[in-house]
């Protein structure tokens, strides 16, 4: 599976904007980009998934570099429940497993 | 609508001893998946059923681990003569159509057990 790459750790504050960076330069063309993050004491959850647009949600946006080496989940308004450890997880879709690959993923703190 | 459930949430047992922990997934999901989460690190795959078959064990330890989904729906991971080393959350993650949706399948996961081996 390719690899991905994210900051330990990153610290915002609440009501503002915050940009997680997630870098992977052997994505394949076929590895579809996905996000989930990770709440104190809880199971992961999915957060948003982009293959080569940019895509929005409820929860958040993506935007993905044209040349698809990197991409930036986008949090608009930070509240103290984004506080979370939050990981970039590349899924191939020729055939390979379906598990998902967690790395040690970003920590996200938020300040009120 | 009710989502993944694991039972016990908290497991407490000796070595040597065994262990099955218990994964009931969202209704209506073919796919089923085990991982384990030791402190500090992202949880890691350990298998993954498509129905009633296990599509992909790869991620098993050794032989002391094996997981059971004999209807397609409520899983149990069964750990023989636990060690220390055990110790970890074991979390389980259920979604809609798994390999049927190539690559793009969300998965929900539950709130996990927490296994600690003394």
């Known amino acids: 599976d390719a690899k991905t790459t994210q900051p330990n750790s990153m610290e915002s504050n609440e009501e503002e904007p915050v940009h997680l960076p997630c870098n992977h330069s052997?994505?394949?063309?076929?590895?579809?980009i996905h996000w989930y993050r990770q709440l104190p004491s809880q199971g992961p959850e999915y957060v948003i998934h982009?293959?080569?647009s940019n895509v929005n949600n409820r929860m958040a946006s993506l935007a993905i570099a044209e040349d698809r080496k990197s991409s930036t989940l986008i949090l608009h308004r930070a509240t103290l429940r984004d506080a979370a450890v939050y990981y970039c997880?590349?899924?191939?879709?020729?055939?390979?497993?379906?598990?998902?690959?967690f790395g040690k993923g970003m920590k996200l703190t938020v300040n009120p | 609508g009710a989502g993944v459930s694991q039972t016990p949430s908290n497991k407490v047992t000796e070595k040597g001893k065994y262990v099955e922990l218990r994964c009931d997934p969202i209704?209506?999901?073919?796919?089923l998946y085990w991982y384990r989460q030791s402190l500090g690190q992202g949880p890691e795959f350990l298998i993954y059923?498509?129905?009633?078959?296990?599509?992909?064990d790869s991620g098993l330890p050794n032989d002391r681990f094996f997981a059971v989904r004999p209807e397609g729906s409520v899983s149990t991971l069964k750990i023989q003569r636990t060690e220390r080393g055990d110790s970890a959350v074991y979390l389980c993650?259920?979604?809609?159509?798994?390999?049927?949706?190539?690559?793009?399948?969300?998965?929900?996961f539950g709130p996990g057990t927490r296994l600690t081996v003394l």
């Open positions: 052997t994505i394949s063309g076929t590895d579809y």
């Open positions: 997880i590349l899924r191939d879709t020729q055939g390979g497993s379906e598990k998902l690959v």
């Open positions: 982009g293959l080569t």
């Open positions: 209704s209506g999901h073919t796919a």
């Open positions: 993650a259920s979604s809609l159509a798994g390999e049927l949706a190539i690559g793009t399948d969300t998965q929900y």
């Open positions: 059923f498509q129905g009633t078959g296990a599509a992909d």
